[in-house]
């Protein structure tokens, strides 16, 4: 197999939101990057998610991805107007504030209990988020079927376009002078003297340090750099209606209208293995529920519906991890990866170029899975 | 400018705009408009340009016009059927809550 003669300071295994945004990060600290993608054929959730950038209801078990969600929302103005600057395409961001509808008093009594918990343990710092009831709801947000009967809101909570936003980040890469590769599944990482070689179809390729960014492929990858990354998928299902004028002021966790008009429905969550089929039933059960949320909905035409693969821990909370018996390899897991593009970005990428994850990221390591079993 | 390559059905008539359009059974709306070199068929709900045909299949979305009342239909995916009243859409739908 021929030797790929430029070596960079990092490989990134992986060219979906997270390593890309890994990637973007590390470039704009001045490292030289690869990029090292599977092709059409990969599962990609990053191609088909909702693209909420989320913060409320994130880390109730887990303050530390509470506080980290935040710091990404906060992160996010900036990484907008980096990615608009550096790659000439603008994510589409916003952050009007998002709503969680609910749909009885016993959701809206047990979400306060949440939200009050919160409160205390993190000094109040973290969502934001309050309880509102349904008149304060009708003010923000006219047109709500019958059956909302509150919801919680929070101020940080914003959307992007997915889409965009992996375009953006692509080209911002090449504009900072990274190498994207094609076609290029990691077949096998190896030691290189104090670097490591990446194998794949295209030729291999060496660095400094390894980034393993490959979504579900990371949990056959982690084994060769001594790391263990359990991970499970979870099917989400969305749809998207026709152009309309604007009608929904601010993201839900229900729907989003985007910024050229569509409304976005979502989602499922589905124990269906590696599919991303779409299926009518699953359709139509989502529908029903936003024509219950919205009924403006209804008179809606949908243009196209899709299944996608959630890339989940066992316990749905990312893992960052750099390798105890492997310096300078890295696997990096979540479950939000655009909410969290703009800490992988510009907070993760920084301690990845510096070679050390900070102790603040920690109680991210998937040693916190040891007693668990993967499922 | 698009031409039939071939001239056999029996014809029908719908309107575009208001206006008489001559069609051949088995056409689709957008063929039918294509051939009477009516290609301008809405703006875009984002830009405000020009859009008409593209694809010509039902994946691209960009032949989008008002057919019956009823907006946002495929031209290309709908056939013409006598007295459809099909008209251009200028901007996104309004939604009435
Ligand atoms: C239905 C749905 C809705 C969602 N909604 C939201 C939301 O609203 N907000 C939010 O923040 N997040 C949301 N997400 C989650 C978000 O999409 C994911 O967190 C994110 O896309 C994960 O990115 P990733 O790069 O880790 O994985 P992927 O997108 O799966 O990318 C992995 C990449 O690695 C490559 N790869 C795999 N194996 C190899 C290999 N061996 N060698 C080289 N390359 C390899 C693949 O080609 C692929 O490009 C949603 C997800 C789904 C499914
Ligand atoms: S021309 Fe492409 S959908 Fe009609």
């Known amino acids: ?375 | 400018m698009p031409r039939r390559i071939d001239p056999e059905g029996k014809s029908i008539g719908f309107t575009f705009e208001g206006r008489p359009v001559a069609a051949r059974e088995g056409d689709s709306v957008a063929a039918a408009l294509t051939a009477a070199g009516l290609r301008d068929l809405r703006d875009s709900a984002v830009s405000g340009s020009p859009r008409g045909i593209f694809c010509m299949m039902g994946a691209c979305f960009d032949c989008l016009v008002e057919i019956d009342g009823i907006p946002n239909r495929q031209a290309c995916m709908i056939p013409v059927t006598e007295g459809l009243a099909v008209r251009r859409q200028r901007g996104a739908v309004e939604v009435r809550i």
């Open chain 1, 1 to 375: 197999m021929s030797m790929n003669e430029r070596a960079a300071d990092t490989l990134v295994i992986g060219g979906g939101l997270v390593g890309a945004a890994v990637a973007y990060g590390l470039l704009r600290a001045g490292e030289s990057v690869t990029v090292l993608d599977e092709g059409d054929v990969a599962l990609r959730a990053s191609r088909g998610n909702f693209g909420l950038v989320w913060v409320q209801s994130k880390g109730d078990k887990m303050h530390e991805y509470a506080r980290w969600t935040r710091g990404s929302a906060d992160l996010w103005p900036e990484f907008a107007g980096l990615l608009a600057q550096d790659g000439g395409i603008d994510p589409d961001y916003s952050k009007p504030g998002g709503i969680h509808f609910m749909l009885s008093e016993e959701d809206l009594e047990k979400k306060r209990a949440q939200l009050h918990r919160l409160h205390n343990s993190l000094e109040g710092q973290e969502y934001g988020a309050e309880i509102i009831d349904r008149e304060q709801l009708d003010a923000m947000l006219p047109g709500l079927g019958p059956d909302v009967v509150g919801a919680s809101w929070s101020p940080h909570d914003g959307h992007a376009s997915p889409l965009r936003l992996m375009r953006g980040l692509h080209s911002a890469i090449a504009a900072k002078g990274g190498r994207y590769v094609a076609d290029a599944k990691a077949e096998k990482v190896e030691r290189d003297g104090s670097g490591y070689v990446v194998r794949t179809a295209k030729g291999a390729f060496r660095g400094d340090k390894v980034v393993l960014a490959a979504g579900h492929g990371n949990k056959w990858l982690a084994p060769s750099v001594g790391l263990d990354v359990p991970l499970r998928p979870e099917k989400g299902q969305i749809i998207v209606t026709e152009r309309v004028r604007p009608l929904i002021p601010m993201p839900t966790h229900v729907m989003r209208q985007t910024a050229e008009g569509t409304i976005m429905v979502g989602d499922s969550h589905e124990d269906t293995g590696y599919s991303d089929a779409s299926t009518s039933s699953v359709v139509s059960d989502i529908a029903k529920h936003a024509v219950r949320c919205f009924p403006a909905l209804g008179q809606l035409r949908v243009v196209r519906t899709w299944g996608a693969v959630r890339v989940l821990s066992l316990d749905g909370f990312p893992i960052y991890q750099e390798s105890a018996t492997h310096p300078g390899a890295f696997s990096i897991n979540c479950h939000s990866g655009v909410t969290l593009a703009g800490a992988h970005a510009l907070a993760l990428a920084p301690m990845i170029a510096r070679g050390r994850l900070d102790a603040s990221l920690d109680a991210f390591h998937s040693r916190r899975f040891e007693h668990a079993t993967a499922h």
